[in-house]
């Protein structure tokens, strides 16, 4: 089993940044990669990002060149650092973690709001 929780998320302003963190617990050893996803109202779940355990990123073309993903291996943290944010930014933006045995777990989510 693995436990994930998110935190970061908030209001911000247009052009505005935020940092979200999420911290792994449990079975952390089986983790492979893991990523971010976002829900916004009446749409379906988008992939924003992900990082395997070895470092390697990858990014949806909507978020390219904003969003950066990382993570903290001793910490058993991933950040999500979003700079210059956009109004369709705003969703709630949850961490999925991927094992090696191709299960995969979500945090609950967090609300990022871009709005002036």
Known sequence: ????????????????????????????FSISAMGWYRQAPGKQREFIAAITSGGST???DSVKGRFTISRDNA????????????????????CDALTIGGRTYWGQGTQVTVSS
């Open 1 to 28: 089993q693995v436990q994930l929780v998110e935190f970061g998320g908030g209001l911000v302003q247009p052009g505005g940044s935020l940092r979200l963190s999420c911290t792994a617990s449990g079975s952390i």
């Open 58 to 60: 990858n990014y949806a």
């Open 75 to 94: 910490k058993n943290t991933m950040y999500l650092q979003m700079n210059s944010l956009k109004p369709e930014d705003t969703a709630v933006y949850c």
